[in-house]
């Protein structure tokens, strides 16, 4: 089948899609089904949607209420919004990858202004939602989370670019902003190669793989042109 012919095409030439995407959610992702539209809500995999560890495009059709709640706060603090702009908001910034229906969305909007999350303005037969003060604090106490969500969005984005590009035969340039080079992916793999054989490692073992972890993901945070590490304690995992 023709489909078929290009997906596995796809997966010999871009790997780094074939343990993120499952066919049947590849399909859906070009568009040649509906993305999310109802059920579930998408394919948001990990524990607890996106706050997850799952770092790449969920097998699961997970995303949790508290999720789209802090999503739907994060867009109106940009802007006041109507429930529409909110849903087109989020389908834009998942590249079309994900687009709640208006039964997920509207419940949700709902509940935030009963919380005193949200101020509302009829307009004819539509609502406009702006930020109150309580939710402008509560999105505050959530922050880190929310921007892990809106990196994750931007991230699933970009490679929702590379997955239609592979698809049209186009070849793939540098990596782009929100993209992942080469390099980086396969020091990803690295990692979890690392951990995987360290699966039965003893507390002591466990509690050094994790401090280097905790140091590289510090330096990770802080930004390039620092030095990678403390050069006296040369530890590997």
Same mark, same amino acid.
């Not at 343990?19 to 070009?30: E, L, P």
């Not at 202004?113 to 930020?131: D, F, I, M």
């Given at each position: 089948?023709?489909?078929?012919?290009?997906?596995?095409?796809?997966?010999?030439? %871009?790997?780094?899609?074939?343990?993120?995407?499952?066919?049947?959610a590849?399909?859906?992702?070009?568009?040649?089904?509906?993305?999310?539209?109802?059920?579930?809500?998408?394919?948001w995999?990990?524990?607890?949607?996106?706050?997850?560890?799952n770092?790449?495009?969920?097998?699961?059709?997970?995303?949790?209420?508290?999720?789209?709640?802090?999503?739907?706060? =994060?867009?109106?603090?940009? =802007?006041?919004?109507?429930?529409y702009?909110?849903?087109?908001a989020?389908?834009?910034?998942?590249?079309?990858?994900?687009?709640?229906?208006?039964?997920?969305?509207?419940?949700?909007?709902?509940?935030? %202004?009963?919380?005193?999350?949200?101020?509302?303005?009829?307009?004819?037969?539509?609502?406009?939602?702006?930020?109150?003060?309580?939710?402008?604090?509560?999105?505050?106490?959530?922050?880190?989370?929310?921007?892990?969500?809106?990196?994750?969005? +931007?991230?699933?984005?970009?490679?929702?670019?590379?997955?239609?590009? =592979?698809?049209?035969?186009?070849?793939?340039?540098?990596? %782009?902003?929100?993209?992942?080079?080469?390099?980086?992916? %396969?020091?990803?793999?690295?990692?979890?190669? +690392?951990?995987?054989?360290?699966?039965? =490692?003893?507390? +002591?073992?466990?509690?050094?793989?994790?401090?280097?972890?905790?140091?590289?993901?510090?330096?990770?945070?802080?930004?390039?042109?620092?030095?990678?590490?403390?050069?006296?304690?040369?530890?590997?995992?």
């Amino acid at each position: 089948m023709r489909h078929t012919h290009h997906a596995r095409y796809l997966w010999d030439r %871009e790997p780094m899609f074939a343990d993120a995407f499952s066919f049947r959610a590849f399909w859906h992702a070009i568009g040649r089904h509906s993305h999310g539209r109802g059920g579930g809500g998408g394919y948001w995999g990990g524990r607890g949607g996106f706050d997850g560890d799952n770092e790449g495009l969920p097998r699961g059709r997970k995303f949790t209420g508290d999720d789209l709640q802090l999503l739907l706060l =994060a867009l109106i603090a940009e =802007a006041p919004r109507h429930g529409y702009e909110l849903i087109k908001a989020l389908e834009a910034r998942s590249n079309g990858f994900y687009a709640p229906s208006p039964g997920m969305v509207y419940p949700a909007l709902t509940y935030l %202004e009963e919380l005193g999350y949200v101020t509302v303005q009829v307009e004819g037969n539509r609502k406009r939602y702006a930020l109150a003060e309580p939710g402008r604090e509560h999105l505050a106490e959530n922050r880190e989370r929310v921007d892990m969500m809106l990196a994750k969005l +931007a991230h699933i984005a970009h490679r929702m670019d590379s997955v239609r590009r =592979a698809y049209a035969g186009e070849e793939a340039g540098d990596a %782009e902003p929100g993209g992942w080079l080469p390099e980086l992916y %396969e020091a990803k793999k690295a990692l979890k190669r +690392a951990l995987f054989r360290h699966a039965n =490692a003893s507390t +002591a073992e466990q509690q050094r793989i994790a401090a280097i972890l905790l140091r590289a993901a510090a330096e990770i945070e802080g930004g390039a042109g620092k030095p990678a590490g403390d050069p006296g304690t040369g530890e590997t995992v």
